[in-house]
Each structure stands twice: as structure tokens, then as C-alpha cells.
């Protein structure tokens, strides 16, 4: 088990077997992310991702849970990634759930039958960074898709009988754009109607064009109190029919969990207390990380 660069995994892939099969992010410019400012990208040799599932069925053969890194594993062709499914089955009699990142491009580039086959092989669920509902947002972060192209391949997954996972962040639309980032974030959001949904908030990493931005007085970051409001309002917009909420990642001031719509009044009320509590109940700044 070989690793190269930083590597990360959804805080719901704390106990998996991480798996790199490709080095750093095939689009890598949004402009708040520095995860892969290290490492151009490429996708791994095979020979090395067998070695590396050989080693781990040594070490670790009453593996559960696999996740394959790094930032968007579906951009690998259908054939490959069966291959390394199909290993994975084989070395880990025990296994429960693949795992990858993907965006909406790797996604919208397969085909129906080539998801239903990755499913078939062990690929249960995909978590993709939506970040914003608002297609001003997007464009600014240069995230390289639009809220219709993030609802299409949303779909695409959960017809494929894929569990789907949505991340968003608080704090993009600064605060002459926050009410406009929460709604917009609530619509789409909504209009997937994911098994999961996770925010995040916002954090800027020095070497990255928005902590630039922001040094340069471009950019204006909110106060946690407004990070807060603003997840609130995300809250109010969301319409879902069954889907585990979460604001656990190291990140967020005030760690949240339910399931919508049956929590969402209780969530609210939540955060109807710690805004009038403020500071003494929100995590301190030197807690949080990414």
C-alpha cells in the first residue's frame, strides 16, 4: 500500500481501505481547492494498483469497505475500473462497498449500462462536490459544470441503482451572495434528491486562486455566525424525500446530523439556538481544519 501525495476520503470513508488508482484531479482548478496543487494528474499503472490490492489482502483481508482515490476515480475508463472492482471482490471475500469521487463530467460520460455494470461489480456509492446550486457561483469557482449538468449526472447515478453522496460548501457566495448560494444549493440539491448530503465550510488554502483573491480584498470570507445563517437557510430550501444530512466534516463550527424531511424542524431549531449562542457553542477556529 503505496501512497503518493495527499490523500483524502469522505469522513463517512473513515474506516475504508484507501485505494489510489489515479494521482490528483482531472479538472483541478477549482479555485478554492489545493488538495492536488502537489501532484499533476495521472492515472496509476495497473500493475501498481494490483500489487498494492495484493499487499492489502495480506495485511488487511477482512476488509469492508474500499474507497479509491484520488479526487475523481470515474474518470477511469469502464474496462479498468471493472478490473480493479472485480480484484477488489476477489482479495476481500468480505467486501461490502466500493466507494469513489467522480464529477459531473466523469459521470455524464458513461454510459446507463456502463454504471449499472460498475454496480453490478461493486461500485455502491459516488460522492460528488456540487459546492453551489448557483451557476454564478459555479462559474466564478471555475468548477467546470453547470447546477443542470450536476442534477443530470445526479440522476444518472441513482437510476443506476448507485447510492449518491452531495458535498456543498458554506461561504462561496461571500455575504452579497449567501442568501442566493443557499437557495440555489437548496434547489438543486432537491432536484437530485440524494441518499446524502454533507456541507462543508469554507476554509482558504494559501497557493489557491481564491485565498488570493481574498488577500487581494476580492474576495470577503463570513463570520461563523454568518456560515451558520447561511446553513440554515440551506436547510429551510431543501424539499428531499429521504436523505442523511450531515455537517460532521472537521471543517464546520457546529457539527449537525438527521435525516430529511423528518429532522428538518429539529435541525432548524438547532441552529435557532446557536445563533443566539453564538461563539460559546460553535467550534473554536483552531479546531477546525480540513
Known amino acids: 500500500m503505496r501512497y503518493h501525495g495527499m490523500v483524502i476520503r469522505p469522513p463517512s470513508e473513515a474506516k475504508s481501505y484507501i485505494l489510489q488508482v489515479s494521482y490528483g484531479c482531472s479538472h483541478n482548478h477549482c479555485t478554492f481547492c489545493g488538495t492536488y496543487l502537489d501532484k499533476p494528474f495521472r492515472t496509476r499503472k495497473m500493475g501498481e494498483v494490483l500489487e498494492d490490492i495484493a499487499l492489502a489482502k495480506e495485511r488487511m483481508p477482512a476488509t469492508r469497505r474500499v474507497f479509491l482515490a484520488d479526487g475523481d476515480a470515474l474518470v477511469l475508463s469502464t474496462r479498468r475500473l471493472v478490473k480493479i472492482l472485480e480484484e ?84 462561496l457566495g461571500e455575504q452579497k451572495k449567501s442568501a442566493h448560494h443557499a437557495k440555489e444549493t437548496g434547489r438543486v440539491v432537491s432536484a437530485i434528491d440524494p441518499d446524502f448530503f454533507s456541507m462543508l465550510t469554507l476554509m482558504l488554502v494559501p497557493g489557491t486562486k481564491l485565498h488570493a483573491q481574498w488577500q487581494a480584498g476580492e474576495f470577503h470570507l463570513l463570520t461563523a455566525e454568518e456560515m451558520l445563517a447561511e446553513l440554515r437557510q440551506v436547510i429551510e430550501h431543501l424539499q428531499l424525500s429521504n436523505c442523511i444530512f450531515r455537517t460532521n466534516h472537521a471543517s464546520n463550527y457546529l457539527p449537525l ?23 460559546e457553542v460553535l467550534k473554536p477556529e483552531s479546531w477546525r481544519g480540513l
Request: charged share 25%; aromatic share 4%.
Open 257 to 279: 446530523r438527521g435525516t430529511l424531511p423528518q429532522d428538518k424542524e429539529g435541525l432548524l431549531a438547532i441552529l435557532d439556538v446557536a445563533l443566539l449562542r453564538g461563539q
Open 88 to 171: 477488489l471482490q476477489a482479495a476481500f471475500p468480505q467486501l461490502e462497498r466500493v466507494g469513489c469521487y467522480a464529477n459531473a463530467q466523469d459521470i455524464l460520460r458513461k454510459t446507463p449500462e456502463e454504471l449499472q455494470t460498475l454496480r453490478e461489480k461493486g461500485l455502491g456509492i459516488i460522492y460528488i462536490g456540487l459546492e453551489s446550486g448557483s451557476d454564478e457561483i459555479l462559474e466564478n469557482i471555475e468548477k467546470g459544470a453547470t447546477s443542470a449538468e450536476m442534477i443530470e449526472a445526479g440522476k444518472k447515478v441513482k437510476k443506476a441503482g448507485i447510492l449518491f453522496s452531495v458535498i456543498a460548501i458554506l461561504g
